[in-house]
C-alpha cells in the first residue's frame, strides 16, 4: 500500500519561498505519476502540479506559472515544490497524491493515494 507524507508547509510573508515535501513509501516510487493539490476549506481541490513518472514531463496550474517547480528525487523516493513569490492567495492546504496516468492529469480523481496535507500561510 503506497502511503504519502507531506511536510514542509509553514506560515510566510508575501514574497517568500517555501518547499514542500512528499515521501512516497510502500511502493516503488518509479512506479507513480506524482502531484501537489491544494484545497481552501469550503472549496474543491485546486490541481497546483504534476510530475510524470521520470521527472521529463510537468504540468502546472495556471495560477502558479512561473512562481512554482515540481521535482523528483529518486534517491530519496520524494517528490517537492518549490513555491517562490508566494502571494496570499497561495493560502491552502496542500496535498501530495499518486497515480499511474500520463501525462500527470489536473483531475483529482485521476490520483489513487493521497498525503495527509500540510498547510501554508501567506501573510500580507
Known amino acids: 500500500q503506497v502511503q504519502l507524507a507531506e511536510s514542509g508547509g509553514g506560515s510566510v510573508q508575501v514574497g517568500d519561498s517555501l518547499r514542500l515535501s512528499c515521501v512516497l513509501s510502500?511502493?516503488?516510487?518509479?512506479?507513480?505519476?506524482m502531484a501537489w493539490f491544494r484545497q481552501i476549506s469550503g472549496m474543491e481541490r485546486e490541481f497546483v502540479a504534476g510530475s510524470s513518472r521520470s521527472g521529463e514531463t510537468t504540468a502546472y496550474g495556471d495560477s502558479v506559472k512561473g512562481r512554482f517547480t515540481i521535482s523528483r528525487d529518486f534517491a530519496k523516493s520524494t517528490v517537492f515544490l518549490q513555491m517562490n513569490n508566494l502571494k496570499p492567495e497561495d493560502t491552502a492546504v496542500y496535498y501530495c497524491?499518486?497515480?499511474?496516468?500520463?501525462?500527470?492529469?489536473?483531475?483529482?480523481?485521476?490520483?489513487?493515494?493521497w498525503g495527509q496535507g500540510t498547510q501554508v500561510t501567506v501573510s500580507s
Open positions: 510502500g511502493r516503488n516510487f518509479r512506479s507513480y505519476t
Open positions: 497524491a499518486a497515480g499511474s496516468r500520463f501525462p500527470p492529469p489536473s483531475t483529482g480523481s485521476s490520483y489513487n493515494f
